[in-house]
């Protein structure tokens, strides 16, 4: 089970990457953002807009934890995407805008956490409609590793564009004890 520090550390991980990431796409013109690279999700945009539907799904079932976090108040009773592509913006900019809004609310959530949040049950249903009780804190780490996945996704395909997103390993920001 990880611990509340564990989920601070990824969730500055997960913005601090977001920011490289979307640094890096704005050096390429927007046909060559949106160009079908024959990933899952398509293109560059479709692999970046799939984590944004992937973590606001994510984020509307993390809002019924019966700890009821302030951070999530501004989806607590949203609907949740209907897809995993749903869009939510065919620029980088409109993209861009709603990823920092989810990564603020990832942050101040992290921050949130008590560790007795972590082991609680997180009751939840999946797109397909089937009930799920599960710990919240190994949701947390899906959360996370689904994020680090595609994120990987893009960065190769902003590799094969030319464009290098530069060091993104976790190890980077994990303190130092010395």
Do not use: C
């Not at 990880?2 to 927007?30: C, F, H």
């Not at 108040?73 to 990823?99: C, E, I, K, M, V």
């Amino acid at each position: 089970m990880p611990t509340r520090e564990d989920i601070v550390l990824l969730a500055a991980y997960n913005a601090g990457m977001n920011r490289k990431l979307y640094a890096a796409a704005a050096r390429l013109p927007a046909e060559a953002l949106a160009r079908d690279r024959g990933a899952f999700f398509g293109s560059l945009l479709g692999t970046m807009n799939h984590l944004v539907a992937g973590d606001t799904i994510w984020l509307t079932r993390f809002a019924l934890h019966p700890a009821a976090f302030p951070a999530l108040d501004a989806l607590r009773g949203q609907p949740a995407p209907a897809s995993l592509t749903q869009s939510f913006g065919n620029d980088l900019r409109t993209l861009q805008g709603h990823r920092e809004q989810l990564d603020g609310i990832i942050t101040a959530l992290a921050a949130q956490l008590q560790s007795a949040d972590l082991e609680a049950p997180l009751v939840y249903r999946n797109s397909k409609g089937i009930a799920h009780r599960k710990h919240f804190g190994s949701l947390l780490l899906h959360f996370f590793n689904h994020q680090t996945h595609h994120r990987g996704q893009a960065s190769t395909l902003l590799t094969q564009a030319g464009i290098d997103v530069g060091v993104t390993d976790l190890l980077e920001i994990v303190p130092d004890l010395g």
